[in-house]
């Protein structure tokens, strides 16, 4: 570890937060926190301002991917692989030389410090300066059907011998009994041309209300399904919507409403073949 001594009582600070100083440095500068306020004040604002990066950089990674990037990403063609560059001495004497020197090195990383950690201070002080406004909260996006319909599946799609609720086999109670009991009149889509079999059917439950869940597995043995649920009362006169795209995390929707209904289809998100799932399925149902 290098000797920070000669360096700003702010990025000693740091380093010690961080764990990046020498033993002797780090009883020299518990002994200054132990007895000198401004410099305990100093490291109370480089603690929070960190902490306070570093949640905020975990909020920002949880945002979800679109959904069309992920298939692309997946039906992108493998890279051709070039030929690396031949090493050579001279190739190698040449990398060397330019290697940055320890001042370089400290200079770039006092540089990244200086950025980071002011970035941490001005939201560690936001934080602490005040709490979140009454209209932020509300500003906060409301959960939806969608919500709960990607928690099941991420639960149930794991399952092999308690996948379904109703087996396939007993295809006519599934129709009679989620039509019953969602209030929602369907048929039985067949999806075999899309590379789905119909593996049964569950009985779910989504902002208080029923929700009909039909399963499906595609030669992967991923589980697809379609879920629908009764249009709210309080709403009669919903209109059609088409195809709209969403994801959770790992999980991709497609949703679209019908005056009497909602629908979504439900699978992983690096399902290429989702889209054309949710238009055969909406032809269908």
């Known amino acids: 570890m290098q000797d920070l001594r000669k360096q700003p009582l702010e990025v000693r600070l740091s380093a010690l937060l961080d764990g990046e100083v020498a033993q002797d440095e780090q ?14 004040d100093l490291f109370e604002r480089l603690k929070r301002g960190s902490e306070t990066g570093t949640a905020a950089m975990d909020e920002l990674v949880k945002e979800p991917v679109p959904l069309a990037l992920v298939r692309a990403i997946k039906q992108a063609p493998p890279p051709r692989e070039k030929p690396g560059p031949r090493l050579t001495l001279k190739s190698l004497l040449r990398t060397i030389r330019i290697a940055p020197t320890g001042p370089q090195a400290l200079a770039a990383g006092l540089f990244l410090f200086l950025v980071g950690g002011g970035i941490g201070y ?6 602490t300066g005040a709490a979140l406004a009454p209209q932020a909260l509300a500003a906060l996006p409301a959960k939806s059907w969608l919500d709960d319909i990607a928690a099941y599946h991420r639960v149930y799609s794991r399952q092999q011998r308690h996948l379904a609720e109703v087996p396939a086999s007993d295809a006519d109670h ?5 039509t019953e009991s969602v209030g929602v009149s369907f048929a039985l889509p067949d999806l075999t041309g899309e590379g789905l079999q119909f593996r049964g059917a569950r009985l ?13 597995r595609n030669d992967d043995d991923d589980v697809i399904a379609i879920c629908f649920m009764k249009a709210s009362n309080k709403a009669p006169g919903t209109k059609t919507q088409g195809l709209d795209e969403t994801i959770r995390d790992d999980i991709g929707l497609i949703s679209w409403t ?5 629908y979504v289809v439900v699978g992983p998100s690096s399902e290429a073949t989702l889209t054309q799932i949710a238009e055969k399925a909406s032809s269908l149902l």
């Open 258 to 262: 019908r005056p009497n209904a909602s």
């Open 27 to 40: 009883q020299e500068l518990e002994r200054l926190l132990s007895t000198n306020g401004d410099a305990r």
């Open 174 to 178: 599934i129709v009679e009994w989620l």
């Open 204 to 216: 779910l439950v989504a902002e208080g209300k029923p929700v009909g869940e039909l399963l499906y």
């Open 122 to 127: 001005l939201l560690g002080a936001q934080a």
